[in-house]
């Protein structure tokens, strides 16, 4: 009854792992913007986009869901596995991310403080600047972690591009490309043309096709029109 249920909720579970992944590089590329002019990361983004065991974020989330499709998947060609790694990679990173962040923020404060303050006897000062080049070190690891992710987002963009070609019959995933371009345009950056060009080869209108059956079976008639347009102005 479960791998049933998995293989029918499977064209959900595609549409879901590319527009999490979408919108969380979308965060976490604002996240390390903020990062290169201020050299700090938030905690409570981290704590946010992660969430607890029982309230979970949805870089958790996502985690999770790209374990059941990529383990469950009978069309993928090998890729999954390689994205299942990339987006755990990413999590755990992010959860280092996390609490140096917390580190950061909580003592890098208090230990300027007490190394300040002249009241502080020598023994004191002495420990706490020795102990503070560990905090240093935290700067430092955060440094590793936000490169590290970065270079797993740009090869999961890579991944994706030879996943989803398997996937090109599916209405959810067209739904989710025409209606969220701009998402996956940013996401994909300049790998965009490429992403829809392999997924749907020498038949790009197939998608704006797909996606306006999908939105017009979900009652959506007005934005089913609105794909239906914009397969008449691109290929007209």
Known sequence: MYKSWITSKLPEFVRDVLRDFCQISQLLFTQFRSHEQTGCVSFSFFKEILGEEMHKGQLW?????????????????????????????????????????????????????????????????????????VLDQTRESIDREISRIKFILFHCRRLFILYLPAHQDNPLLARFLFAREDLVREAFKSSYTELISAIYGDNPKKMFEL??????????????????????????
């Open 211 to 236: 996606a306006a059956w999908s939105l017009e079976c979900g009652g959506w008639i007005e934005e089913a029109e609105a794909a239906r347009k914009r397969l008449l102005m691109d290929f007209a």
């Open 61 to 133: 989330r996502l985690k999770d869901t790209a374990h059941i499709l990529f383990r469950h998947d009978q069309q993928d060609n090998n890729i999954g596995p390689y994205l299942d790694w990339c987006i755990g990679y990413i999590f755990h990173e992010s959860m280092k991310l996390r609490e140096d962040a917390y580190q950061q923020e909580n003592y890098r404060p208090w230990f300027e403080a007490r190394h300040s303050n002249p009241a502080v006897l020598p023994e004191e000062k002495l420990i706490s600047q020795e102990l503070f080049t």
